[in-house]
C-alpha cells in the first residue's frame, strides 16, 4: 500500500491547483467521450481544461481534433461543450431528492451528447468554411485577402495543397470504442499511456453505448474530492446504508493497474440475477467475474467508468478552482436493447441517481471541512487504497513534470492568500 495519509493542502492550494493542470491535465491523455459520440462526417465540441477541442470524424472514419478557434479572428467555431448542467444556485434549490430526481427527469434528453453531422465547419462570424481534417476550404470575398490566405485557401479539399492553412491540431486517438485527446505537442504513445489496461474493454463494446442521461455538474468542492468519493469504498455502509450497501458484498477485491486501479465489487447473488444476465448480456464473451461484478475502473488522471455489460457509467472531473469543479456523468445503456434490459438500465440508472444523491450532499460538507480543520494529514482506511494510489501516481507526475524541488517548494503567502476566493479562470464558464 502507498503512504496512507493524505495531505490536507492538496485539496485547498492554488499552487496545487496550477501543478495539477500543468502536470496532471496538459500532457497527459484526458477521455474525450465514446466513439459512439462521433458519427462519420460530424463535429462535437467539448470542453477540456485546455480550452474548448473540436472533435470532427471525417467520412472515412478517422478522427480529428482541434483547438475550437476560427483562423481568422479566432471565434469558436462551434459552441457548446456542455450537456444540460446544473449551477451551485440551481444545486441549492433543490431541497429534496424528489426535487433532484424530477429536475434530472425532465432533462433526459442527452444535450450535446453527439456530433452534429455537417457538410463543412463554418464559423459563425464571417462565414470561413473548413472540412472536417481542419483544411480551410473557403473564405468569402477571398481576392479582399493577403495571398497567403488566398493560397492556403483549398478549394476542392482532396487536392494536395502545400500552402494549406489548417486549424491547430490535437492530438486524438481511439481505442476500444473511447476517443482521447493530448494537448501536449510530443504526447507519449497512447498504448504506454493505458499501459495494463490495453484489452480490458473489449468484450464490453464500448461503441454500442449511448446515454441514458449525460449531465455536467458543477461542484463546490475541490476536484479529487468528488474523484475519491466514487472510489471509496469504505463509506458505503454509512452514506450509502439505505441504498446500495445491501447489495454488494463486503470487499471488493484492488488491484493497480501501473498508473490506473480497479476494484471489482461482487454483486449480491440474488437467484433471478442469472435469469437477468442471460437476457441483457450481449457483446462479449465476457468471464464468469465480468457478469457477477461490477468493474470500477479508475483512469489516470480524472477518469472512473463503472462497467457491466449491459450498462455503463462513466464520471470524469475536472478543477475550476481549488474549491469547486465539474463532473461530466453519463450514464449509458447498450444501443438496440430489448424490453428487459431496457428495464433493468432505467431502474439502474434511477437507482444510481439516487446513491449519486447520497454523495452530491456530502462534496460540500468535506470540501468545507477540509477547508476549516487545521489537520495537515488525514489518514486513509484500507478500502480507501484506491485513493492512496490516484495521489501516488499524481505526485510522481507532478514531480517528474516539475520536478520534485519545485513541486515541494512551501506556499509563498501570496499563494497562501489566495486560498480564500476562486483565483483561477473559470474556463468551464465562459464557453
Ligand atoms: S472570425 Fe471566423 S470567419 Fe472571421
Ligand atoms: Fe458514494
Not at 450532499?361 to 477547508?371: A, C, K, N
Request: positive net charge.
Amino acid at each position: 500500500m502507498h503512504q496512507k495519509t493524505v495531505q490536507t493542502k492538496k485539496y485547498i492550494s492554488n499552487k496545487r491547483l496550477r501543478q495539477e493542470r500543468k502536470a496532471l491535465f496538459k500532457g497527459s491523455w484526458i477521455f474525450a467521450g465514446l466513439s459512439s459520440q462521433l458519427p462519420r462526417g460530424s463535429v462535437l465540441p467539448i470542453s477540456h481544461i485546455q480550452g474548448s477541442v473540436l472533435l470532427t470524424r471525417d467520412m472515412q472514419g478517422r478522427p480529428h481534433a482541434f483547438v475550437n478557434s476560427c483562423l481568422h479572428r479566432a471565434t469558436r467555431l462551434v459552441r457548446g461543450g456542455h450537456c444540460s448542467r446544473i449551477s451551485n444556485q440551481e444545486e441549492k434549490r433543490r431541497t429534496g431528492v424528489w426535487d433532484h430526481l424530477r429536475s434530472r427527469v425532465s432533462s433526459l434528453t442527452p444535450g450535446s451528447w453527439k456530433g452534429t453531422r455537417v457538410e463543412k465547419i463554418g464559423c459563425p462570424y464571417h462565414g470561413w468554411l473548413y472540412d472536417h481534417e481542419g483544411r480551410l476550404v473557403h473564405v468569402p470575398k477571398k481576392e479582399g485577402m493577403d495571398s497567403a490566405w488566398r493560397e492556403g485557401t483549398s478549394s476542392d479539399s482532396s487536392a494536395d495543397n502545400q500552402n494549406a492553412k489548417t486549424l491547430k491540431r490535437l492530438s486524438v486517438e481511439e481505442r476500444e470504442g473511447m476517443l482521447w485527446i493530448n494537448t501536449s505537442e510530443k504526447p507519449e504513445d497512447i498504448e504506454d499511456h493505458l499501459g495494463p489496461l490495453n484489452g480490458h474493454f473489449l468484450p464490453y463494446k464500448f461503441e454500442e453505448f449511448e446515454p441514458i442521461e449525460a449531465s455536467d455538474y458543477e461542484f463546490p468542492a475541490n476536484w479529487k474530492i468528488v474523484l475519491e468519493n466514487a472510489l471509496d469504498y469504505y463509506h458505503v455502509p454509512t452514506a450509502h446504508k439505505r441504498t446500495v450497501n445491501a447489495h454488494v458484498e463486503v470487499h471488493p477485491t484492488y488491484e493497480e493497474l501501473s498508473l490506473h486501479n480497479l476494484q471489482t465489487i461482487h454483486i449480491a447473488p440474488y437467484g433471478w440475477r442469472g435469469w437477468l444476465d442471460r437476457h441483457c448480456s450481449r457483446g462479449g464473451p465476457y468471464a464468469p467475474e465480468q457478469l457477477e461484478s461490477l468493474h470500477k475502473y479508475y483512469i489516470f488522471p480524472n477518469l472512473i467508468l463503472n462497467v457491466l455489460p449491459y450498462h455503463l457509467t462513466i464520471m470524469q472531473v475536472f478543477p475550476i478552482s481549488p474549491h469547486s469543479c465539474v463532473m461530466r456523468y453519463r450514464f449509458c445503456k447498450r444501443r438496440g436493447a430489448g424490453a428487459i434490459e431496457k428495464s433493468r438500465a432505467y431502474v439502474t440508472w434511477l437507482a444510481s441517481r439516487l446513491i449519486l444523491y447520497e454523495d452530491v450532499i456530502l462534496y460540500r460538507s468535506i470540501h468545507e471541512g477540509m477547508v476549516q480543520n487545521s489537520m495537515e494529514e488525514q489518514p486513509l482506511h484500507i478500502e480507501e487504497q484506491s485513493i492512496a494510489h490516484v495521489h501516488h501516481g499524481h505526485q510522481e507526475r507532478i514531480d517528474a513534470v516539475l520536478g520534485s524541488e519545485n513541486s515541494n517548494r512551501p506556499e509563498s503567502n501570496e499563494e497562501k492568500s489566495a486560498l480564500t476566493h476562486e483565483a483561477q479562470p473559470k474556463l468551464w464558464r465562459v464557453q
